[in-house]
């Protein structure tokens, strides 16, 4: 769906994640969202702030997974996911912070294996994730499952493109300081999300966004792997449509 102002694809996005946490707090059930970072979704989550400060819209249903934090990055630093997803959603409405999950990148090397299967197993618990709201990269990244990421790959450690760590270089005063790896869930952790938004606004997104949507599906553009999912929205401004 094509919008004139980013602000409108936002404001949609955002309405269909309110709905949904509704219609499920009146089923009496969870309501479990794949939370992404960068500032694509950012007009989402200030819509849903309004939305809980002005229409009475309660999250106390609402259960968390992020998709992807830096590794290595204590969860105070200026630039972790933590941080961001706390800052832009979290602190400002009444979820529970225990159905709050988050990779965790501050742990031991030798541990994140074990720590992404049990990220998974979380997931599988809480019921799957209802609605799953993504950016993506100039490198075709979602979460930072970066090019060479497999239709198959699960939630893992793995090492940042070059690209990526030059678009993230002035949150990090310098791309030598961009770490060098991600926890990232996987393209098939995202692809088990039963309706996925992926937010894409800029000139900046228009070449990547043509190949994500209408080339063939493959691992050089992990992105494109969301043509096998049946409930995928593609939500774009003018600027980022431009290639299609
Ligand atoms: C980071 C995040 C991605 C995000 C990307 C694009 O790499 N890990 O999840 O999609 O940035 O960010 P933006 O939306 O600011 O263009």
Request: charged share 25%.
């Amino acid at each position: 769906r094509i919008f004139s102002r980013a602000s409108q694809a936002s404001a949609v996005a955002a309405r269909e994640i309110a709905d949904l946490i509704r219609w499920k707090a009146g089923e009496g059930k969870r309501c479990v969202i794949g939370l992404a970072t960068g500032s694509s979704p950012v007009g989402i989550y200030d819509e849903l702030v309004r939305m809980h400060r002005e229409e009475g819209l309660s999250f106390q249903n609402v259960v968390t997974f992020s998709l992807d934090e830096y590794f290595p990055m204590q969860p105070d630093e200026l630039q972790s996911y933590v941080r961001f997803v706390h800052e832009h959603l979290i602190d400002h409405v009444d979820i529970d912070p225990a159905n709050v999950h988050i990779p965790d990148g501050s742990l031991p090397k030798a541990e994140v294996q074990r720590y992404c299967q049990q990220y998974e197993q979380q997931i599988i618990d809480a019921g799957g994730i209802d609605i799953q709201i993504l950016g993506i990269s100039k490198t075709g990244h979602i979460g930072c499952n970066e090019p060479g990421s497999e239709r198959t790959s699960r939630t893992r450690m793995i090492t940042l493109d070059r690209v990526t760590r030059i678009d993230a270089a002035s949150d990090f005063f310098g791309a030598e300081n961009v770490p060098r790896h991600a926890i990232t869930m996987g393209v098939a952790t995202i692809l088990e999300a039963r309706r996925i938004l992926l937010l894409a606004f800029g000139e900046g997104k228009a070449t990547i966004i043509a190949s994500t949507v209408e080339k063939p599906a493959m691992p050089s553009v992990p992105a494109s792997f969301l043509q096998h999912h049946p409930n995928v929205e593609v939500l774009l401004d003018e600027a980022a449509a431009t290639g299609l």
